[in-house]
């Protein structure tokens, strides 16, 4: 960390961005982390690795990214939890989950795309349209996925701006799906293998399998602090660190994730916390946060609240299970691949349940005073399983807020004020 | 349970309900309302808050409304939401009401409320003037009626057009076709607040109220709708007298220890 800044504008050229409004990007985020994050008291040290990342996030990964390609390596940018990124790994190329969170561009992808779309899909054209994602301009292969019907045609018109593969997901989970979601990955294989040059072998298969679980091992210990009362780290905090595991690097991210998760371990041990203890304890279950959505958190936590979990795809979902580590041979670790991720639950799924479970159980683990439902507008599969979730989750005897929005600052005051209602009826 | 502040009964309190359309002011001493105010918003409702302030002798200030948090900056006053200042307001009012209904000038809120007068469940509207009084003046002034007249043709008229739309834009222009093909005013009125009152129960079945249901906000005022919900709510509907400042007088019992049901 050197104080003088470098001055990265001539890479963000080479890579074709828009540069008055790439910078105009980078301090609207520079403002709003700002404003968000180094204004919470009380905030563990080791957040200061994440605080440093998001000041480079288009500087300094960028140009290892950048480093790396020039040295022969790929990068694979992925928009979803599915696509395994062991196995981009293993290939010998680096993933990064390109981020959606903001609204950007919306007069370009409304041309494109319906104004009813999702902000998710919206933003993932709009950083393209705009020119203004670095993540986007470095990857050499986008990689999509056929979850729900806006994403699926969505990445029709993604893939005829760059080189875009798109993996067939199953939308049900029996065991002839299991066995197909397997054969889909020894596509991708293939596919990596010829953008690589390298052979996936059962060697590198297996290491990488293990980098990523440490990987997530670490988030979960950063997240099972949180179940101390006070918790100590923010929601916040603790939603960044998973947005960052996206696309940092992971051995690096896992070493400071762990020196992160001695000291939440400390402080909880010893009653330090981010918020007063007995401050109302939130669970947020739904649709993605992409990186820089911090809309809702901000809002629970300024209004006294603390967020201690995310039943989400920036949140348990990403870190919960692991892939089996005894297989030997490469049809061993595609099954246990195929399996693992086919537990994740997401709503384009059916049936659905075990996502219920999921957030039952957090409930009780964390101990949570109440459940946020948080779904983007119109994204059907999540607003339709709002109803359901609420209503068993109220039936367990936790009060329920549900929350239909998008990214835009325009509903905060509204919003503000029906979770600053739903801390006051749940305290 | 004790109070925002732990203060005793005695304490001189000025509640403010600071909305878009209006804000309302309750004085209390020793407990009991000794003054209230309602005042048109204006552009400034900041300003208008702030003579409230003035007028009167208070040891603290509750502010509810969405103007809640300015009034914190400039009067260092507590904060309650809309939704437990209506809570406690028409629980006090009505110890025996288990949910609220507020048609405010903006927005719309219903709560259902437990035994011991805290809030259960709540919902608001979220975005648009879409069935709160704003609306109804929009549509009274499509109609060339004052808000009293479109009360009272409603109640006139045997029944209703079917109105489709509740977005203001859509059912203003709804409404100005409806006049050129010849329909009948008071009608049409009628029809305005059976969509109205429709919406709304739907949002009172959906968070389990049930009656007594305390109706509040300038709204309640207009007899049509409170006939309207009355005939379709499976309860017992009551209209305090004082439906315009249940928000503010809740926020000035929010100060008292054991003075609100919270
Ligand atoms: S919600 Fe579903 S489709 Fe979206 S990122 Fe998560 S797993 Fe993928
Ligand atoms: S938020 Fe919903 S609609 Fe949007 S991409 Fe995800 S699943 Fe699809």
Not at chain 2, 30 to 49: E, L, R, Y
Request: charged share 25%.
């Amino acid at each position: 960390m050197s104080d003088t800044p470098v001055d990265y504008h001539q890479m963000w050229a080479d890579l074709g961005l828009d540069l008055p409004m790439h910078d105009a990007l980078l301090e609207a985020v520079g403002g709003m982390y700002g404003a968000t994050f180094m204004s919470q008291a009380n905030r563990p040290e080791g957040m200061g690795y994440l605080d440093f990342v998001m000041s480079e996030v288009h500087g300094l990964r960028i140009k290892e990214l950048d480093d790396f390609r020039k040295s022969g390596g790929k990068v694979v940018g992925t928009y979803c939890l599915y696509v395994p990124e062991e196995l981009i790994r293993a290939a010998g190329g680096w993933s990064v989950g390109i981020c959606a969170g903001a609204e950007w561009a919306y007069d370009q992808v409304e041309q494109i795309l319906p104004r009813n779309t999702c902000a998710l899909i919206k933003s993932m054209m709009g950083f393209k349209l705009g020119k203004v994602c670095p993540y986007l301009e470095e990857a050499d292969l986008l990689v999509g996925e056929t979850t729900c019907d806006g994403k699926k045609k969505a990445y029709e018109e993604l893939g005829k701006m760059q080189n875009l593969y798109t993996m067939e997901l199953p939308q049900m989970k029996r065991p002839k799906d299991v066995a197909f979601w397997r054969s889909e990955l020894v596509d991708f294989i293939a596919k990596l293998e010829e953008l690589t040059g390298k052979k996936v072998t059962a060697e590198a298969l297996k290491a990488s399998i293990k980098e990523v679980n440490d990987k997530r091992r670490a988030l979960q210990r950063v997240n099972a602090a949180r179940a101390a009362d006070p918790s100590p780290i923010s929601g916040l905090d603790a939603l960044l660190a998973v947005q960052v595991a996206f696309y940092d690097d992971v051995p690096r991210f896992t070493q400071m994730m762990n020196a992160l998760a001695d000291e939440l371990e400390k402080r909880a041990a010893a009653g330090i916390g981010v918020a007063p203890k007995g401050a109302p304890r939130i669970l947020i279950t739904g649709t993605p946060m992409a990186l820089p959505n911090w809309k809702l958190h901000e809002i629970v936590e300024k209004a006294g609240g603390v967020v201690v979990g995310e039943e989400m795809c920036t949140g348990s979902r990403y870190y919960e299970k692991l892939v089996d580590e005894d297989a030997s041979t490469l049809d061993e670790m595609l099954d246990d691949l195929a399996e693992k991720y086919l537990d994740i639950n997401c709503a384009c799924f059916t049936p659905n349940t075990g996502r219920i479970d999921d957030i039952i159980r957090m409930a009780g683990d964390l101990k949570v005073d109440g459940v946020i439902d948080y779904a983007l507008s119109f994204c059907g599969t999540y607003q339709i399983e709002s109803a359901g979730v609420a209503k068993t989750v109220q039936d367990a005897g936790v009060p329920v807020l549900r929350i239909e929005t998008d990214y835009s600052a325009e509903d905060v005051g509204q919003l503000s004020t029906r979770v600053e209602a739903f801390l006051e009826m749940v305290k | 349970m004790s109070g925002e502040n732990g203060t005793g009964p005695d304490v001189r309190v000025l509640g403010l309900d600071i909305g878009s359309r209006s804000v309302d002011a309750v004085w209390l001493g020793g407990g009991k309302i000794v003054d209230a105010a309602v005042a048109d918003s204006g552009f400034d409702p900041a300003s208008v808050a702030a003579a409230f302030v003035e007028r009167g002798a208070h040891d603290v200030i509750v502010a509810t409304g969405y103007g809640r948090h300015v009034a914190r900056e400039t009067f260092g006053a507590s904060v309650v939401t809309e939704i437990k200042a209506y809570a406690i307001g028409a629980s006090a009012l009505f110890p025996q009401a288990r949910s609220v209904l507020d048609i405010g000038g903006q927005d719309t809120k219903v709560i259902s409320l437990r035994e011991d007068g805290r809030v259960a469940d709540f919902e608001m509207n979220d975005k648009c003037a879409a069935g709160t009084g704003k609306f109804l003046e929009v549509m009274a002034k499509a109609l060339g009626f004052t808000l009293e007249e479109l009360g009272a043709e409603s109640m006139a008229a045997e029944s209703g057009v079917q109105i489709s739309s509740m977005c203001t834009v859509f059912a203003e222009s709804e409404v100005t076709g409806l006049v050129h093909r010849g329909e009948d005013r008071g009608r049409i009125a009628r029809g305005l607040h059976e969509s109205i009152a429709r919406r709304t129960l739907g949002a009172l079945k959906r968070v389990g109220a049930s009656g007594p249901l305390v109706f509040a906000g300038g709204v309640a005022r207009n007899p049509a709708m409170v006939e309207l919900v009355r005939a379709g709510f499976a309860g017992e509907l009551l209209v305090p007298a004082e439906s315009q400042i249940v928000g503010a007088y809740g926020a000035a019992l929010s100060a008292l220890a054991g003075g609100g049901p919270q």
